[in-house]
T-cell receptor, first 110, second 114 residues
Framework: DQQVKQNSPSLSVQEGRISILNCDYT??????FLWYKKYPAEGPTFLIS?????DKNEDGRFTVFLNKSAKHLSLHIVPSQPGDSAVYFC?????????FGDGTTLTVKP | DTGVSQNPRHKITKRGQNVTFRCDPI?????LYWYRQTLGQGPEFLTY????????KSRLLSDRFSAERPKGSFSTLEIQRTEQGDSAMYLC????????????FGQGTRLTVV
């Protein structure tokens, strides 16, 4: 039973447009949600997080939205840049332990 | 270098052999995690330590897998009697104690069992 799901394996957007990556979870005990970015041959790198007591967190071009009632979060990247092309993992955390989704490959076309 | 370091980066071994991987976390981090990642999937939790104590081990982890973190510093992950299904990327991450803080990942060790 996969507790964190990223239903879109891939997403392609034009440079300058918005990228929206989605994530759903099932366990209501999760209290923090994180997004990681991964380039080939590297480990995941932390991007942005949100506490379960908030519904939005913004950091530059990256914004994460949390809808607890729907058990859904999303990552918005505006404007998208070619350097954003990578695999994005959603993670949900409880007691310091994170459960990851299977990732969405984002391709930003120049 | 203040990042998480993993060695070796690549390991090819014959089925049935034992392998050991090492992870050096960020020095002030008291939590250390091991994950396994296969193609097309996200990191899958294996085990984690708080200082030298192993606090949780995944039910998916067979008895052939063992991890240690002596003195709460570096950690080793050993796989005994390797099987082809053990082929994967093994990732180590460290973090500061406290919920919600991000983990810092190493570059991983890619294991190929032939």
């Amino acid at each position: 039973d996969q507790q964190v799901k990223q239903n879109s394996p891939s997403l392609s957007v034009q440079e300058g447009r918005i990228s929206i990556l989605n994530c759903d979870y099932t366990n209501s005990m999760f209290d923090y949600f994180l997004w990681y970015k991964k380039y080939p041959a590297e480990g995941p790198t932390f991007l942005i997080s949100i506490s379960s007591i908030k519904d939005k967190n913004e950091d530059g071009r990256f914004t994460v939205f949390l809808n607890k009632s729907a058990k859904h979060l999303s990552l918005h990247i505006v404007p998208s840049q070619p350097g954003d092309s990578a695999v994005y993992f959603c993670a949900a955390s409880y007691a310091g332990k994170s459960t990851f989704g299977d990732g969405t490959t984002l391709t930003v076309k120049p | 270098d203040t990042g998480v370091s993993q060695n070796p980066r690549h390991k090819i071994t014959k089925r049935g052999q034992n392998v050991t991987f090492r992870c050096d976390p960020i020095s002030e981090h008291n939590r250390l995690y091991w994950y396994r990642q296969t193609l097309g999937q996200g990191p899958e939790f294996l085990t984690y330590f708080q200082n030298e104590a192993q606090l949780e081990k995944s039910r998916l982890l067979s008895d052939r897998f063992s991890a240690e973190r002596p003195k709460g510093s570096f950690s080793t992950l050993e796989i005994q009697r390797t099987e082809q299904g053990d082929s994967a990327m093994y990732l180590c991450a460290s973090s500061l104690l406290g919920g919600g803080t991000e983990s810092f990942f190493g570059q991983g060790t890619r294991l190929t069992v032939v």
